[in-house]
């Protein structure tokens, strides 16, 4: 089998694994291939396809990456508990870290809940600032405005 056909299979071969993985990545590798079984049914060093190889490989990878990062890399809609950091929650049971307690409403769902600061009373609307395992950590919007003014 000459190697110019061998190096077209392997191309092709490469383009078909990329219809089904969608990385971008083995597109260039493919096209690196390609080009090589092009040498090589130019010349009959075996070097030569071997540099195409590599050398169009490499330049597609570093010429085209950021194309494929924009592809998709776009803005991700935070999702699950994720989309609830920055939100208001009302509190429904009084949050003090010390005994332990405290539950918060958002939207329709009950959440354990611990304040980065102190106790907080049942009732008050406090903001979501990050979410550890199933416990919403709360801060209370009052208290920074308090603390910005003074």
Do not use: Y
């Amino acid at each position: 089998m000459s190697p110019a056909l061998i190096w077209l299979i392997v191309g092709l071969g490469l383009l078909i694994i990329e219809l089904f993985t969608m990385t971008f990545f083995l597109m260039w590798i493919a096209c690196g291939a390609l080009l090589a079984a092009v040498a090589a049914f130019f010349t009959t060093a075996v070097w030569v396809p071997w540099m195409v190889f590599s050398v169009a490989t490499v330049v597609l990878l570093i010429a085209t990456r950021p194309l494929a990062r924009s592809l998709h890399g776009g803005v991700t809609v935070p999702s699950n508990v994720d989309r609830l950091v920055g939100q208001t929650a009302v509190v429904l049971e009084t949050i003090d870290n010390l005994h332990n307690t405290g539950r918060v409403r958002i939207e329709s769902d009950e959440w354990r809940a611990r304040s980065a600061g102190g106790t907080i009373a049942e009732g008050q609307h406090v903001i979501v600032s990050r979410v550890e395992g199933t416990t919403l950590m709360v801060e209370d919007p009052d208290a920074k405005e308090t603390a910005t003014e003074q």
